[in-house]
């Protein structure tokens, strides 16, 4: 399964983007899909994880009620809306997915919100 993430951009503080990740294949399996970010010169975080069925997430502290992450099994994506975006969001955007032991990773999505 390959994974696609599109949905970057240069985007004002304040503004909203929306991220999708498409996979080539089926998700339903995966039991765990996410997105990652990675800023200039840090380490690769979480900010945000959504289980198999999309009953339950998980967010970094820093984007609760800014950020909600979906995913449509059928469609085979998963979304991530950011609102409220700040310059601190900055950063490559990757999607992540984990299916019977393995992991798969999308190519990163540029988000650059400019203050």
């Known amino acids: 399964v390959q994974l696609q993430a599109s949905g970057g951009g240069l985007v004002q503080a304040g503004g909203s983007l929306r991220l999708s990740c498409a996979a080539s294949?089926?998700?339903?399996?995966?039991?765990?899909m996410g997105w990652y970010r990675q800023a200039p010169g840090q380490q690769r975080e979480l900010v945000a994880s959504?289980?198999?069925?999309?009953?339950?997430?998980y967010y970094l502290h820093s984007v609760k009620g800014r950020f909600t992450i979906s995913r449509d099994n059928a469609e085979n994506t998963i979304y991530l809306q950011m609102n409220s975006l700040k310059p601190e969001d900055t950063g490559v955007y990757y999607c992540?997915?984990?299916?019977?032991?393995?992991?798969?990773w999308g190519q990163g999505t540029q988000v650059t919100v400019s203050s």
């Open positions: 992540n997915g984990f299916e019977f032991s393995i992991t798969y």
């Open positions: 294949g089926s998700i339903r399996s995966f039991s765990q």
């Open positions: 959504i289980d198999q069925t999309g009953s339950s997430s």
